[in-house]
T-cell receptor, first 118, second 110 residues
């Protein structure tokens, strides 16, 4: 089954304790992205990656890091989490090739990670 | 850049029809998507428009006018399970980015 697998689903952590949220896709998509979603603010892009070893900041990158060492994986790292990073996080992937079957579907999203930083 | 605008919330009765609008501004249009998102869950794909006109998929239809920078999603024969947020997203031709509107919350009441 074509999917984006994101872990963990729920995480409660303390301020300053480094954490990683993993994301993996099995669709050979070039483009991967991390979003956070907060009430009233919609989906906001944190970081994205156009391909292996190519990453770039989205709209709200402060306090986050990413890496793209392999095509399928795109982990999100919070080196020193703070309470304002409490949010619902989504990883998503899509193709960048207009001839791919997936072109007309846009993003496939992971199930989400509900992060609480206390 | 891209600018996408959606109304925030609407309430409709089971069995009714509801239209959700989306207006956008983009430097290079390359497709518009509609997603459905239930509370706390991931967005799921509903429809895709790249040419002007109406795309129909069962109870859901989506319309696009590129000259007006406007799309709507039409939900017919509303069911309780249609209570969700509906997100409009536009793909930019230049940078291949997909920008999302903030979503329109639809509440279906009996």
């Amino acid at each position: 089954e074509a999917q984006v697998t994101q872990n963990p689903r729920y995480l409660i952590t303390v301020t300053g304790k480094k954490l990683t949220v993993t994301c993996s896709q099995n669709m050979n998509h070039e483009y991967m992205s991390w979003y956070r979603q907060d009430p009233g603010l919609g989906l906001r892009q944190i970081y994205y990656s156009m391909n292996v070893e190519v990453t770039d900041k989205g709209d709200v990158p402060e306090g986050y890091k990413v890496s793209r060492k392999e095509k399928r994986n795109f982990p999100l790292i919070l080196e020193s989490p703070s309470p304002n990073q409490t949010s619902l996080y989504f990883c998503a992937s899509r193709t960048t090739r207009s001839r791919d079957r997936d072109w007309g579907y846009g993003y496939t999203f992971g199930s989400g990670t509900r992060l609480t930083v206390v | 850049g891209q600018n996408i605008d959606q109304p925030t919330e609407m309430t409709a009765t089971e069995g009714a029809i509801v239209q959700i609008n989306c207006t956008y501004q983009t430097s290079g249009f390359n497709g518009l998507f509609w997603y459905q998102q239930h509370a706390g869950e991931a967005p799921t794909f509903l429809s895709y428009n790249v040419l002007d006109g109406l795309e129909e998929k069962g109870r859901f239809s989506s319309f696009l006018s590129r000259s007006k920078g406007y799309s709507y999603l039409l939900l017919k024969e509303l069911q309780m399970k249609d209570s969700a947020s509906y997100l409009c997203a536009v793909r930019d031709q230049g940078n291949n980015r997909l920008a999302f509107g903030k979503g329109n919350q639809v509440v279906v009441i009996p």
